[in-house]
Every structure is written in structure tokens, then in C-alpha cells.
């Protein structure tokens, strides 16, 4: 398993920064989030100058960029809100390419409670990522749909079905799923194989959660050798959420 970390740890930084936190601390890795104004500088409207120099920073560096995490989603009901999303998606397989990043995050929450609705829901979904799936493949790119909120992982397995999907994966975060009812343990029955990248919050203070403990070992003892990213939005002490997540993981 490859260690990094999101750059919502470090919202202000810029590239060059987090590389180097990723540096001093021993993370392989960064996951940057698009859309929400980071210090990081590779965003849809960068210039190609300033993508060709943010790509050769992680050349230069050895620490890969894992994902670029967008908030797309295919799930509202209008259906040209959808498409909007889909020719959003397509931009960021572009970007993704240009970057050399490994995955994309997507979403697919929130779902509906009844049943009826959960499965349109979920046909919305798997129609915009058959749209995408191909494309990714081509870039060389994988999507990854996350275990977000409450798209349970029975969900996502239905989802990947539906779509027939062959360069889209899932970006698990267990916590969430668990929030919702659903054990790690039955999680990783729909989730097995499937597993591309995932997400990772070992609190403030104590043990690591057992949630995380438990994913990240079923992860293990299936020799995965995917992306571990930690995901702490806007902490106040980035640098202690850095080396406690370290130390953590080392115990593992």
C-alpha cells in the first residue's frame, strides 16, 4: 500500500510545499482536490505552462499523484445537469492525462430512501460513468466512485454493474458506509477486487479507529498495493495531523 494525503490536510499550500511536507514526513503520494480554491494551482482553467510545470515537479520529486478528486456526481434529476456533469468529467480526464494522475474520485450520494428511487439513482449514476469509462480507459486513467455519505457499498457494486464499467473502481472510505449501517466486514464482500484507491481519517487523538484498522488490514491481506490518501479537511494543525497519520500507519 502507497501512503499520501489529500491537499485538503494543507488547503493553503502550493504544490511545491506539499510536495515537500510529503517529503519530510514519508508520504509516497498526494491526492489533490480540484474546486475548492487550493494553494496547489492545477485546476480545469491552469494555464498548459502552468500544468507542464506542476507535472514536472512530481517527476522531479518521486511522489506520484494518486487523484484528483472532483465532486462530480450524475445524480440529479434534471437531466441536463447530468450531461453537464458527464462533459464535466470529460474535462477532468483531460486534465488527468495531462497530469499523469492515476484516478479520479467521483461521487454518487445522495440517495433516496426508497426503493424505487434508489435504483433510478443509481441508473443515473451508472449512465454517466458508461459515458466516462471509456474515455478513462483511453487517458489511462481510472475513475474511482466513493463510498461517500450514504452510497453504501452494496450500492456501488450494483452501480459498477450496471454501468459494465471496465476503468471504473471505487475509492473506499469505510467510515462512511459504517455511519450508515453497514460493517466494514459486509462492505468489503461488494467491495472486494474492486478497491483502487481509499480514503483514510485516524482521528485526533488515541488508537487508530477500528473502522480504519479494519479496512486497511482486509486491504492487506489481499496484497493491495493501491493508494492510501488521508482525508482531514482543513485542519488547524496540518503538520500534526501529518506526522500523527505517519506514526499510525507504522503501527499497521
Not at 511522489?63 to 462533459?87: H, M, N
Not at 482486509?218 to 494543525?237: H, K, R
Request: a negative charge; one cysteine or more.
Amino acid at each position: 500500500m502507497k501512503f499520501g494525503f489529500m491537499s485538503s490536510v494543507c488547503p493553503p499550500l502550493t504544490l511545491a510545499e506539499l510536495i515537500d511536507k510529503a517529503k519530510h514526513y514519508n508520504y509516497e503520494h498526494l491526492e489533490l482536490r480540484v474546486e475548492w480554491d487550493h494553494g496547489h494551482g492545477v485546476e480545469l482553467d491552469s494555464t498548459p505552462q502552468q500544468l507542464r510545470d506542476a507535472r514536472a515537479q512530481f517527476v522531479d520529486s518521486g511522489i506520484e499523484l494518486s487523484c484528483i478528486a472532483t465532486g462530480v456526481r450524475f445524480i440529479d434529476p434534471d437531466a441536463q445537469k447530468r450531461a453537464e456533469q458527464v462533459d464535466l468529467l470529460k474535462r477532468y480526464i483531460d486534465l488527468s492525462e495531462t497530469m499523469g494522475a492515476k484516478n479520479i474520485r467521483i461521487f454518487g450520494d445522495r440517495v433516496p430512501e426508497t426503493p424505487v428511487e434508489v435504483s433510478q439513482t443509481l441508473d443515473w449514476e451508472a449512465d454517466g460513468i458508461r459515458e466516462c469509462d471509456g474515455l478513462a480507459g483511453d487517458a489511462g486513467v481510472a475513475l474511482c466512485l466513493e463510498t461517500h455519505g450514504n452510497l453504501i457499498a452494496s450500492y456501488i457494486a450494483e452501480t459498477l454493474y450496471r454501468a459494465e464499467a471496465q476503468n471504473t473502481y471505487v475509492n473506499w472510505h469505510a467510515a462512511h458506509h459504517v455511519r450508515h449501517g453497514q460493517p466494514v466486514d459486509v462492505a468489503y464482500v461488494h467491495l472486494r477486487g474492486k478497491v483502487r484507491h481509499a480514503h483514510v481519517n485516524f482521528g485526533d487523538s488515541g488508537p487508530m479507529p477500528d473502522t480504519e484498522r479494519e479496512s486497511l488490514t482486509l486491504l492487506a491481506e489481499d496484497g493491495y498495493d493501491g493508494f492510501i490518501s488521508i482525508e482531514v479537511i482543513n485542519p488547524p494543525d496540518s503538520d500534526a495531523v501529518l506526522k500523527r497519520h505517519a506514526e499510525l500507519y507504522s503501527t499497521l
